[in-house]
């Protein structure tokens, strides 16, 4: 106990307070005394009078009349002029202060239910883009957490004013950081690259480190991890990231997605395409597995949410595959053209995708192929329903890879 009245005395706040009680004490017994038995001086009167006195207000429902009286009067009007003002300089000062570290990123932040936005890089833009576009006038409350200049974050508080920002400054890999953030409240923590990067370090390596400490402080907060080299997808998913994003043209379109519309976009590597359920090693087939997709006994094609098959774009390497089928006799396409083992991974959008992937009303496959092996080599399979032989490799200079599917 009297630890905590010396910690509280010690407070400028407390001890302008308990200057203001003694001047009001002291002036009302001191016009008491010098007034003698006017009205001013009877019951409450002469508290009640010094602190009208020292406030300013001046009720005029009590003065006093001999010149001693108002001469102490004069006094307590500019001790309490004197003691009101510096309350409210030192109470307006905190909150200026508070203010300040909040806007420098330094300060705990008091909020709920929100966006965190981890690290810094020249997709921000474009992932604040996607989001104001999707959110439908719903006000977003983000966070960012990262080590740029103030300028930068001061800039896109300007450009987004519909979007409600707070900002903390240091290494989203940190607990104190998190903490500072309130994790633990947030809906959901988006974890992009940073532009600049120790040396030797991976992009990759802070965003799989980030989400693992993410996970570990707050196991039931969405984690949406945007990685660089699609190698690092297993390690990522190990980190129990739930969503992962892959560099490219539709990443920052992918991310808000995820966030405004969970499940809608999904990232598929080459290895979990070959664990689901399908016939002859096509990806079509797999693909029309997921949920919200459907497709028939007899064809390889697929429809999203009820939409017809031709209004999914399909991509590889950014080219449209126009009719990518086999036997297209039965039912229109039984087996597709593409071999499975030349794709590294599929980015799958089913509504709502940016208008610069043409008019498709359904779905947007966009499919990568994968990086050539070492040296040189050729394999060659024979399936249930299909043939296929590979080649591929290097000469230092350029790689290729060849399929044929048949």
């Known amino acids: 106990m009297v630890e905590f009245l010396r910690s509280a005395l010690r407070r400028p706040v407390v001890q302008i307070t308990s200057g203001i009680l003694t001047v009001m004490i002291i002036g009302g017994y001191g016009i008491g005394l010098l007034e003698g038995t006017q009205d001013i001086t009877e019951g409450n009167n002469p508290f009640w009078w010094a602190i009208v006195t020292m406030t300013t207000v001046g009720y005029g429902d009590f003065s006093p009349m001999s010149p001693e009286g108002r001469l102490f009067a004069v006094v307590i009007m500019f001790a309490g002029i004197s003691l009101i003002a510096l309350l409210t300089a030192t109470i307006s000062s905190?909150?200026?202060?508070?203010?300040?570290?909040?806007?420098?990123?330094?300060?705990?932040?008091?909020?709920?239910?929100?966006?965190?936005?981890?690290?810094?890089?020249?997709?921000?833009?474009?992932?604040?883009?996607?989001?104001?576009?999707?959110?439908?006038?719903?006000?977003?409350?983000?966070?960012?957490?990262?080590?740029?200049?103030?300028?930068?974050?001061?800039?896109?508080?300007?450009?987004?004013?519909?979007?409600?920002?707070?900002?903390?400054?240091?290494?989203?890999t940190r607990e104190t950081i998190l903490e500072r953030a309130n994790l633990k409240s947030a809906s959901t923590a988006i974890v992009v690259p940073n532009d600049s990067l120790e040396a030797g370090s991976h992009p990759d390596e802070k965003t799989i480190f980030g989400t693992l400490t993410m996970k570990t402080l707050a196991p039931n907060i969405r984690v949406i991890a945007y990685i660089t080299e699609r190698e690092n997808?297993?390690?990522?998913?190990?980190?129990?990231?739930?969503?992962?994003?892959?560099?490219?043209?539709?990443?920052?379109?992918?991310?808000?997605?995820?966030?405004?519309?969970?499940?809608?976009?999904?990232?598929?590597?080459?290895?979990?395409?070959?664990t689901m359920p399908q016939l002859?090693?096509?990806?079509?087939?797999?693909?029309?597995?997921?949920?919200?997709?459907?497709?028939?006994?007899?064809?390889?094609?697929?429809?999203?949410?009820?939409?017809?098959?031709?209004?999914?774009?399909?991509?590889?390497?950014?080219?449209?595959?126009?009719?990518?089928?086999?036997?297209k006799d039965i039912a229109g396409g039984a087996l597709s053209i593409v071999d499975l083992?030349?794709?590294?991974?599929?980015?799958?959008?089913?509504?709502?995708?940016?208008?610069?992937?043409?008019?498709?009303?359904s779905a947007v496959l966009d499919m990568e192929s994968r990086t050539p092996g070492p040296g040189r080599r050729i394999s060659a399979g024979v399936g249930l329903t299909n043939i296929r032989v590979l080649a591929e490799g290097g000469t230092g200079d350029m790689d290729w890879l060849l399929s044929a599917r048949r």
């Open 280 to 327: 002859g090693e096509d990806i079509y087939r797999a693909i029309g597995r997921l949920p919200g997709i459907s497709g028939g006994d007899f064809s390889a094609r697929f429809n999203v949410r009820g939409g017809d098959h031709d209004q999914v774009l399909v991509t590889l390497d950014g080219l449209e595959l126009q009719e990518p089928f086999h036997l």
């Open 94 to 172: 905190v909150f200026v202060a508070r203010k300040i570290r909040e806007d420098k990123g330094l300060e705990k932040l008091n909020v709920t239910d929100h966006i965190l936005l981890c690290g810094w890089n020249k997709n921000v833009d474009r992932i604040m883009d996607s989001l104001q576009s999707l959110s439908q006038g719903k006000k977003l409350q983000i966070v960012l957490i990262n080590e740029a200049s103030e300028d930068a974050i001061a800039a896109i508080r300007n450009k987004y004013r519909e979007i409600k920002f707070k900002f903390v400054r240091g290494d989203y």
């Open 233 to 274: 997808l297993t390690h990522i998913k190990r980190a129990n990231a739930d969503e992962v994003i892959l560099s490219d043209d539709l990443g920052a379109y992918m991310i808000a997605s995820h966030v405004l519309d969970p499940g809608v976009p999904q990232t598929l590597s080459r290895e979990e395409i070959r």
């Open 341 to 361: 083992e030349v794709v590294g991974g599929v980015d799958l959008m089913t509504g709502g995708f940016p208008a610069d992937y043409g008019d498709r009303q």
